[in-house]
């Protein structure tokens, strides 16, 4: 058990969860989001805020800023308490009130934008804010995910090694596409090991990052509104591409066993399920990455309202029965909200709806 002084100093690096039991097929996933900032996005706020603090660009008067939908800002607003630097984040109306408010209890100053781009997305309008206030004032420092070489490095240097190191004869790994970080730092490791891996990017559908049509995506985390400056796809073997209603089916299936992840994982977990089905996964050893937990996502993924509104009353399939087919051994379907299914949606629940088709194209 370690001793720490500071929170990020710590995180577990080496925890899978074999999912052959839940899903049928044999697929290790490693769990990112046991350490002080609850996601992966703490190993890329530590290489990024470090390689500032070496390069005498972030001095002890600087005030920190960066463009997060969530996970990055909790992470920096983590560090940033703990080495006594400022920090703002710039985030859009997308960002879940809970985020929101660990950014502000670890001391952030939260910057909400409100002005939304024709195809739904809110990132150009963060990235302008950004550059103004930099313009403004030399004591930003924005450290830009989105084009941070810091941000793959942090994977190519700890997340890549740790599961090279549990699975030698790793043969296949699946990674969601947000900034494409994690992708790029894995891809980059891989293409050097002593033996071949095939890097399978997962995207949601909606997401540009690969091309392909811009669509509504409502969960955050993975895909983008515009081609990741990050992204070298000589690296990728294959893009898979989930649709959102997959994705809550697959968070819901693991939260019924008691593993309770974010929509990323959903999304991640889907995919390789479905081209492990395809292309068999016997003897195979396949690695997906699990970003983050689910509490961040209770009031979307994990509301019935929420769900119902955007992808429609059978989202989740057909509710069981009667209480005895919740214990099947496998798989078992989601147990019914208090009162059955309401056939139909009241008022303000109808307006949620419509506000929910609005909006689109969330980014990391
Ligand atoms: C929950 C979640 N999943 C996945 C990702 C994607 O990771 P990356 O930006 O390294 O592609 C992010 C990034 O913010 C995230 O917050």
């Known amino acids: 058990m370690p001793v720490i002084s500071v929170p990020q100093d710590f995180n577990e690096d080496d925890l899978y969860i074999d999912l052959e039991s839940i899903f ?40 920190l800023v960066e463009s997060s939908s969530g996970n990055l800002g909790v992470a920096l607003s983590m560090i940033a308490a703990s080495k006594g630097y400022r920090f703002l984040c710039v985030t859009d109306s997308r960002c879940n009130l809970t985020t929101r408010l660990m950014m502000e209890a670890l001391g952030s100053q939260v910057h909400v934008i409100a002005g939304q781009e024709a195809n739904g997305s809110f990132l150009g309008a963060r990235i302008d804010y950004l550059r103004t206030l930099c313009a403004s004032d030399s004591r930003y420092v924005w450290l830009s995910q989105y084009t941070n070489p810091g941000n793959w490095k942090a994977h190519y240097r700890r997340t890549a090694p740790e599961i090279a190191h549990r699975f030698p004869e790793l043969d296949t790994l699946f990674v969601g596409a947000g900034t494409t970080g994690t992708l790029m730092g894995c891809a980059r490791f891989f293409r050097e090991w002593h033996r071949p891996v095939r890097i399978i990017a997962v995207d ?35 893009v898979i591409r989930v649709e959102e209603r997959d994705t809550i089916r697959a968070c819901h299936r693991l939260a019924r066993r008691g593993f309770l992840f974010g929509g ?35 009031d979307t993924v994990y509301q019935t309202n929420w769900l119902h509104g955007l992808y429609g009353d059978d989202v989740l399939g057909p509710e069981p029965a009667n209480t005895e087919s919740w214990v099947l051994p496998t798989s078992p379907p989601p147990a019914p909200s208090p009162g059955g299914r309401r056939p139909h949606l009241r008022a303000g629940e109808r307006a949620g709806r419509r506000r929910h088709r609005r909006k689109s194209g969330g980014e990391p």
Do not use: Q
């Open 204 to 238: 949601s559908v909606g997401s540009v990052s690969f091309g392909g049509e811009a669509g509504r995506r409502m969960i955050p985390g993975l895909g983008m509104s515009i081609r990741p400056p990050l992204l070298d796809e000589s690296f990728v073997d294959e």
């Open 264 to 298: 990323s994982t959903g999304t991640v977990v889907s995919g390789a399920m479905g081209w492990l089905a395809e292309h068999g996964g016997d003897g195979r050893t396949a690695v997906a990455i699990a970003p983050d937990l689910g509490e961040r996502y209770l």
């Open 24 to 63: 049928g097929r044999s697929l290790f996933l490693k769990c990112e989001g046991f350490n002080f900032a609850g996601s992966i996005k703490l190993k890329a706020a530590i290489e990024m805020v470090e390689t500032a603090e070496r390069d005498g660009v972030l001095t002890p008067d600087s005030i």
